[in-house]
C-alpha cells in the first residue's frame, strides 16, 4: 500500500492498485495453484483497501482476473491444464512439456490479462 500511497489522486491510486493486482496475480498463478495464492491475497486485498481509503469492488476483480486468466500461462497454473494435458496424452498419446504449453499458453495470458486491465 506504499506504492498506492506513494501516487497523488484517488484515481491514479487505484489504476496502480489494479495494474499490480492483477499482474502481480496472473504471474504468481501461472506457477501457484489458484485457490491456494487467492485464499492468501484475499486479506492483503482487504488490508490494502482498508489503508489506502480504495474501494474494495475493482481490486476484488484485479485479483480474481489475475488468478483466472493467469492459470492459463503454465501447464501446471490451472488444474484443468494439467487434467487436459494428461487426457491428451492417455486418449491419443499426445505428450504436450511444460514448455510447449507455456509457447501457447503465456502469449495468451498476456493478452487476456492486458484486455482485463484495460476493461477494469
Known amino acids: 500500500s506504499e506504492m498506492i ?18 499482474w502481480v496475480s496472473a504471474f504468481a498463478s501461472a506457477f501457484i495453484d ?27 476483480f484485479a485479483l480474481a482476473f489475475g488468478t483466472c486468466l493467469g492459470g492459463n500461462g503454465t501447464l501446471i497454473g490451472a488444474s484443468a491444464n494439467v487434467v487436459t494435458v494428461g487426457i491428451a496424452k492417455e486418449a491419443y498419446g499426445n505428450e504436450i512439456s511444460f514448455v510447449e504449453f507455456m ?13 482485463a486491465m484495460v476493461y477494469l
Open 34 to 60: 489458484n485457490i491456494p495464492y487467492t485464499t492468501a491475497m484475499v486479506p492483503v486485498v482487504i488490508n490494502v483497501a482498508d489503508s489506502t481509503g480504495l474501494s474494495l469492488k475493482p481490486m476484488v
Open 5 to 22: 500511497n506513494a501516487v497523488d489522486g484517488e484515481t491514479e491510486q487505484m489504476v496502480v492498485a489494479i495494474i499490480s493486482l492483477i
Open 103 to 115: 509457447k501457447f499458453g503465456l502469449p495468451v495470458m498476456i493478452v487476456t490479462i492486458f484486455v
